[in-house]
């Protein structure tokens, strides 16, 4: 790599703190190799000759106070965010969810007649389209005659985007859906599939920065999955916190499988057996 291609110092340390502003996430600093990868391409979009060239520039601009920076700024941040997900993923999550998760929740607002799922860090929205999915298959009576709110939030303006439109690649859609499903929940559209409107129309978008708010609840269902993981500790503690304050106190919080509760176990005990389920104390 040629001398004028290296981050230097004082450039990473920019963006690192740059992530930290936008995100809540904590750059460790052995990632610069990431960052080269990563926001290659952005660099390349914007007429740079190098990663390097562009972070030099932007930090340049942010120390002069030019008010020319935050669009490329908003690209560099959601060039770095992971965004993996695909549908029903993680079988025994939907599983414990139907055979569980919500019986119990339906049992106890007969009444209200009203669910709230939230799917928090959602990306291009398979989760949350998986959860209406699941409701449409094998809880129609509930889709029919309750109010159900499935609220799909992330940091990601362009992810959200995406999952809005609803439209899927063969390869995204033969991630975890079925024949039956890609028949019952899907139509072919320009060598794509599309979630069909009775799904669509069950799920709503919303821009979150999990750092500083969650989305008002109460929620009976809280999806946070493989996303503590990125934040520092005092950060996952605060988005716990908030997390529980805005349960029903009979709700559940399901995290990642290989996650944990970060020393909150004053605020939740666990239950759902093999899958990370919490409910609050």
Known sequence: MSERNIIDDNSFQFFRE??????????DEDKIYLVETRLNPVSMQHGFESVGDMLHALRDANR??????????????????????????????????????LPDCLKNRTVSRRLRIWSAAASTG????????????????????????????????????????????????????????KRNFLNSESNKWR?????????????????????????????????????????????????????????YLILGNTESIYGQDDLFSRTGGSVCCLQPK
């Open 18 to 27: 740059l992530m930290e502003k936008r995100t809540s996430n904590r750059l």
């Open 64 to 101: 002069r106070a030019v008010i020319a920076a935050p669009a490329i700024e908003i690209e560099i941040v959601e060039a770095m965010l992971v965004n993996e997900t695909y549908f029903f993923r993680d079988p025994k999550t939907f599983d414990l969810l139907e055979r569980e998760l």
């Open 126 to 181: 398979q989760e949350a389209y998986s959860v209406a999915m699941l409701l449409h298959d094998r809880f129609p009576e509930i889709v029919a005659n309750w109010s159900v709110d499935i609220s799909a939030s992330d940091l990601s303006r362009r992810s959200l985007d995406y999952g809005h439109a609803a439209l899927y690649s063969d390869v995204e859609v033969g991630r975890g859906l079925t024949d039956s499903m």
């Open 195 to 251: 979630v069909k409107d009775s799904v669509r129309s069950m799920v709503s978008f919303t821009n979150c920065h999990l750092g500083d708010r969650c989305l008002a609840g109460p929620w009976d269902i809280v999806f946070l999955r493989n996303v503590l993981i990125y934040f520092p500790d005092e950060v996952r503690r605060d988005i716990l916190r908030r997390i529980h304050a805005t349960l029903a106190h009979d709700g």
